[in-house]
């Protein structure tokens, strides 16, 4: 396929006066469309989308938690997208610049270190930029130190949702009636605000019942509810997505995969909950990232979107499957066969067991479907992590260091033969 694009000036039918761009899209002397681009009335242009082959117009996106894991990978994606991004992130130990090393001299990200609750700045970003939509990605996101500290979890999950949902809303007030239509505020949440699923129960759905079991899990809950109320009381063109398990490039390694990765690579203790057969369902971000594309350019406001892989797996599988990667693409390493790390711990406090995601609705609706398998997802990804010391190490910093002797004592410190810390198996 290679469709052409024609340009010329239209007139406005009433006023008989220049009204701006025309664009025709014209292959092999097929018209496929046009578009009208009204000066001083439009702030994007059409754009054929390079990966689903769908016109799409050029956005600014506000986006929130833009260095963390999954938005620096979805800044990367919307850029190659051509949208222009602005990226609010107060930078956590989570949020890292270096994620967003490929993006440096790129006039079209804007990074701005400061926090979702801190209205005056997110007011100051919204009338300055005047975005077509924000992506809230901006939290606290691991169950364990939600276990060990909540206080944050709320501070930002919950409080910091409200007031960037406040501002927001009073943006949204402030545009003209057809960019208030198009305008979006998709809330990217997750599927442990479901709670926990027993071995046989079907999927979650999006009408499956809230019921968190952690601080993290409740606090997103609590976030979901408020941007679900703001969309049914103001109308606020508001959409939550609730996505299973990602893995990927840049991920902090306080999580299952990359903590598995580096800690196998170093000849460490691989840390197993309880008995490892808590079941999570797995996918990749790029994938992840897709989803929240097509939910931006086709969702429908007030709609919930289930996102997940279709990817169950025990933890001990998943662990499994990681040792067998690094066996392959490190046989020379001496932490081979590297399962001989793996160490059952005690298990976490209200470690929910199954998590399942019936992703029916974005299939069939939107037409998004995941594109790698766990296999491949999860090669790519310890690719990654060998081929990035750099990164790897500016995130081994003592904070990171701390974090790991608080949570895993001696299983997380660098032993040759290491001990079995207490635990069920
Ligand atoms: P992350 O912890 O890697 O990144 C979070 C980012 O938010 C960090 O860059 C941090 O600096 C920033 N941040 C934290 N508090 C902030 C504040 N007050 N103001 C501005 N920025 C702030 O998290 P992640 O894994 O990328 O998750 C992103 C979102 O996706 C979260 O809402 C999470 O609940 C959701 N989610 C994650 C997963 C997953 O498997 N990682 C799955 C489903 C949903
Ligand atoms: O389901 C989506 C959620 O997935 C996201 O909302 C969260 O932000 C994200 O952190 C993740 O939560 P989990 O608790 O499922 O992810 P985590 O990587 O912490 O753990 C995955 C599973 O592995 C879980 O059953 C706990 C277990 N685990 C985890 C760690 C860190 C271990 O067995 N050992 C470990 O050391």
């Known amino acids: ?148 500290s909540p206080e944050s979890f709320i501070q930002t999950n919950i409080i910091g949702t409200y007031h960037l949902m406040e501002e927001a809303r009073e943006y949204w007030k402030s545009l003209s009636p057809e960019r208030r239509e198009h305008f979006r505020f998709l809330h990217v949440s997750t599927d442990e605000v479901y709670g926990s699923l027993g071995p046989q129960a079907p999927a979650f759905i999006e009408n499956s019942p809230y019921a968190p079991n952690s601080p993290y899990s409740a606090s997103k809950a609590a976030s979901d509810h408020l941007v679900r109320a703001y969309f049914h009381t103001f109308g606020v063109p508001a959409i939550i997505t609730n996505c299973s398990n990602n893995y990927g490039p840049r991920q902090f390694p306080e999580k299952l995969a990359p903590l598995i990765v580096l800690n196998a690579v170093e000849g460490k203790p691989l840390p197993i909950y309880g008995d490892g057969l808590n079941v999570r369902d797995w996918l990749h971000v790029d994938d992840h990232c897709d989803a929240l594309h097509a939910v931006l350019e086709k969702g429908k406001p007030g709609q919930t979107y289930n996102i997940g892989g279709c990817c169950e797996k025990t933890n001990l599988e998943t662990v499994n499957t990681l040792c067998a990667l690094l066996d392959e693409m490190i046989p020379t390493s001496r932490h081979v066969p590297h399962c001989s790390l793996i160490t059952f711990v005690e298990d976490r406090p209200g470690h929910d067991r199954r998590y399942a995601i019936d992703c029916s609705r974005i299939r069939s609706e939107l037409g998004w479907r995941a594109k790698e398998t766990f296999e491949s997802g999860m090669r790519k990804t310890i690719q990654w992590y060998l081929d990035n010391p750099e990164w790897v190490h500016s995130i081994k910093t003592g904070a990171y260091r701390d974090w790991m002797s608080r949570q895993y004592g001696g299983a997380g410190k660098n032993e040759d033969s290491p001990q079995k810390a207490p635990g069920k198996a």
Request: net charge negative; charged share 25%.
């Open 1 to 148: 396929m290679n469709p052409q694009f024609y340009a010329g000036a239209y007139y406005d039918e009433i006023s008989e006066l220049p009204g701006g761009l025309i664009l025709f899209l014209v292959e092999s002397n097929r018209f496929l469309g046009s578009y009208k681009y009204r000066i001083g009335l439009d702030s994007y242009f059409p754009r054929l989308c390079g990966s689903c082959g769908e016109f799409h117009m050029n956005k600014t996106i506000l986006v929130t938690g833009g260095a963390g894991f999954i938005g620096s990978n979805f800044v990367r994606c919307e850029r190659l997208r051509s949208n222009r991004i602005i990226n609010l992130d107060i930078l956590t130990y989570a949020g890292n610049l270096l994620n967003l090393e490929q993006l440096k001299g790129d006039s079209d990200h804007i990074f701005i270190q400061g926090d979702i609750r801190d209205r005056e700045l997110v007011r100051k970003l919204l009338k300055g930029y005047q975005p077509d939509a924000v992506v809230n990605l901006a939290a606290e996101s691991h169950v364990d130190r939600s276990i060990d």
